[in-house]
């Protein structure tokens, strides 16, 4: 499963990016970091901050949620603000 995982920022410069090149049933790796994005998870797949709890911290610009799950998605060592 990790061969087809797509890393952010080496592989894909956003966590969005990551999670279209990834696909369906697909995995997303995200280094540490602050990402100021607004993470739009639409499919099955596994979404995985890298590093200690609270080292990838995902803030959107505005007032929208930061990450909305549709489909069976799941969502590890992540903070969201």
Known sequence: MLERAV???DGAPTINAAINAA???GVVLVR???YS???RVT???TLCGLGPLGSVVVQPPGC???VINRGNAQLASMCRR
Do not use: I, K
Request: no cysteine.
């Open 7 to 9: 890393l952010v920022p």
């Open 23 to 25: 696909g369906h049933d």
């Open 32 to 34: 540490p970091g602050l």
């Open 37 to 39: 994005e607004s993470v």
């Open 43 to 45: 499919r099955d797949l």
């Open 64 to 66: 929208p949620p930061p």
